[in-house]
């Protein structure tokens, strides 16, 4: 798709809608030069204010708006983003709206992101943004990021592309992306794999390539074959680990672990006694690593003791896919095979 293609197809005035859920980006700071404590205020402006300095910059694209939730991304979790998930594709099926652009904070975002990516089933992009400063404190990124994610939204290159998140102009795939950094602009990465394409200074969209794994729209996880979620817990290893964490786990009710082990992905002594006493209880263990970067192979003493590999995915993006696999009854043989596909 050509950059002019893209402002042919702004020419049309298709609209995005803005959901807001709170987050960085709409918080409400105690002075201009509050990028650490902001949250503390529990203040965040509703998504509607936000559209009305949005609008003018972007003359072209008509822009909705509706706040589902309003909190820090900390106090959010999977039942929250399954209302989250109906509420944006509800909104999607008019057929005036050209895609969505989700403002979420930035702790949990790429959680969100992943999830909505295994759960929806909308061909029209879904994006997540948000903002590492506030957007009425000095040099805020919040803007910046909007602006590019509501292009991205409106292109036809994002169409059928699944969940994505855009940040400091980079497009990110939802399975790869990773948030990196604590404070700094530039703190989402695709750790693997690299950003699908850019928004460039001028709004214009460039997608180099598409997504290859399974999501969005062509998944299993819809939300309307969902049972409930059960508990998948994660635990990590660190020299000198004793296993405690994971019978924790176990008689909390855990119905999986996510062991993120020692790169390349490995248990200490202990831990692996611990990894048997929740096996000999039927609790589903995937071995994934604490690492940010490759894939824990499929090695002969997880395939004798019946733990599955979390492949290239990080710990908590593979929780998701056992957490939702468990809740539609995939066996173990089926969840290795969710985890290869997705």
């Known amino acids: 798709m050509t950059r002019e293609s893209d402002r042919a197809f ?3 005035r298709k609209g995005v809608l803005l959901v807001g859920t709170g987050g960085t980006l709409a918080a409400e700071p105690r002075d201009v030069l509050d990028w650490i404590d902001y949250s503390a205020t529990g203040r965040y402006r509703p998504i509607a204010e936000i559209v009305g300095e949005v609008s003018a910059m972007l003359p072209g694209i008509p822009i909705s708006s509706v706040d589902v939730l309003q909190r820090d991304s900390s106090e959010i979790g ?8 109906e509420k944006v594709e509800e909104m999607l099926c008019d057929d005036g709206i050209a895609g969505a652009v989700i403002v979420h904070g930035t702790s949990t975002l790429e959680e969100a992101a992943y999830f909505l990516h295994l759960t929806c089933t909308t061909a029209k992009p879904i994006i997540l943004t ?3 400063r506030p957007l009425s404190t000095v040099s805020s990124d919040g803007l910046a990021n909007l602006l590019a994610a509501i292009c991205a939204a409106q292109s ?6 699944g969940v994505l998140v855009v940040f ?26 690299g950003p699908l394409g850019c928004v460039g200074a001028d709004g214009s969209v460039n997608l180099l390539r598409r997504p290859t794994k399974r999501g969005c729209p062509d998944t299993d996880f819809s939300r309307n074959v969902l049972g409930s979620l059960p508990r998948v817990d994660i635990v990590m290893s660190y020299a000198g680990c004793d296993g405690y964490a994971i019978d924790a786990s176990v008689s909390a009710g855990a119905r999986a672990i996510i062991h993120a082990g020692l790169s390349p992905g490995l248990p200490t002594k202990a831990e692996a006694k611990a990894i048997d006493r929740a096996r000999d209880q039927n609790v589903l263990v995937v071995q994934a690593s604490r690492g940010r970067q490759g894939v824990v192979h499929q090695s002969e003493r997880m395939q004798r003791l019946g733990i599955i590999s979390a492949l290239d995915h990080s710990p908590q993006k593979a929780r998701l896919i056992v957490m939702l696999s468990l809740a539609i009854n995939f066996t ?5 095979e969710a985890l290869a596909a997705y």
């Open 10 to 12: 702004q020419q049309h």
């Open 332 to 336: 173990a043989a089926d969840i290795a």
């Open 78 to 85: 999977p039942e929250d983003w399954l209302l989250l998930g």
């Open 168 to 193: 400091n102009s980079e497009i990110h795939a939802a399975r790869d992306v990773t948030k990196e950094g604590t404070y700094e602009l530039g703190a989402f990465r695709s750790r693997n794999t």
């Open 130 to 132: 948000g903002a590492q």
């Open 156 to 161: 036809p290159q994002c169409t059928g592309t």
